[in-house]
């Protein structure tokens, strides 16, 4: 997961938003899901300002799947453990700042209509504006928060000895943010393991080899240039950029890259 930034606000969502926000309020009750539409048409904003990856899980996705994903959800919100009001944020259904673009993994099987808040939380209702009294335990990625400050990747065995290994997505020093957003967004499925262990493979581990093969010859214009090439994979147009901080650092030690080369890595934070 990390820190997206939108794009400014399209005009077409701006223009039907008082339409659709008006159509609602006639509806003499709470909306439900299958009342809300119109969102769509900021799809493809979305998907191309998140560099065509899903908000959560930093998988490149097409954009067929279609899934605008309502950081608030729309029609129902299950706020567990803050709070027992069930009420979805259909009022922030056309809300710029409240949409993201999400894999159906994530968002269908994942995330859904789950909204936890801290203990005690209190929960907006119909018509205020965000965050109000709300404590959000999930993650927002279009926020000033930065994931990687909070999630981070630890690879280690599925089971017992013998079984395969997976880099695991983790709460970094024990977040509690991270470890719901994690929970929530279902980051350690099947397919993502095998997702991000294929990226390492590939991507990742060739890098981290070039960089190690600079070290050992000690050719500093060789170790700013694979540096260079390494750490742009620590960027947002990227797959799994918090996944590339983690297993880059354990595969060329920061104390060994900062004896030839000044910068080292980045902190968690310098991460986007």
Not at 65 to 90: I, M, Q, T
Not at 210 to 228: C, F, H, M, P
Request: glycine share 6%.
């Amino acid at each position: 997961m990390i820190r997206i930034t939108r794009c400014k606000e399209p005009d077409r969502l701006s223009a039907i938003r008082p339409l659709k926000l008006a159509e609602l309020r006639l509806l003499g009750r709470e909306p439900v899901s299958d009342d809300i539409d119109g969102y769509k048409v900021v799809a493809e904003d979305l998907w191309s300002s998140q560099y065509f990856k899903c908000c959560y899980c930093e998988s490149k996705i097409p954009k067929g799947f279609n899934d605008v994903e309502h950081y608030r959800p729309k029609g129902e919100a299950d706020r567990n453990p803050g709070s027992a009001l069930v009420h979805g944020y259909w009022w922030l259904a056309f809300t710029w700042e409240n949409l993201l673009f999400a894999c159906p993994g994530c968002n269908r099987s994942g995330k859904n209509s789950q909204f936890p808040l801290a203990s005690k939380s209190k929960p907006l209702l119909a018509e205020l504006d965000p965050p109000g009294a709300e404590k959000p335990l999930l993650l927002d990625p279009g926020s000033a928060v930065n994931p990687v400050e909070h999630i981070e990747y630890v690879n280690s065995p599925a089971g017992g000895s013998g079984t395969p290994t997976y880099w695991w997505a983790r709460p970094r020093g024990g977040s509690v943010y991270g470890n719901m957003t994690i929970e929530v967004c279902k980051l350690n499925r099947l397919e993502l393991r095998e997702l991000r262990n294929d990226y390492v493979s590939n991507i990742l581990e060739p890098h981290a080899n070039a960089l190690n093969a600079a070290l050992l010859l000690g050719n500093k214009a060789r170790i700013q240039q694979e540096y260079d090439r390494a750490r742009a994979l620590m960027t947002n147009r990227h797959s799994y950029v918090c996944l590339a901080f983690d297993v880059l650092r354990s595969l060329v030690p920061d104390d060994r890259l900062r004896t030839l080369n000044k910068h080292g890595w980045p902190s968690p934070h310098e991460v986007a």
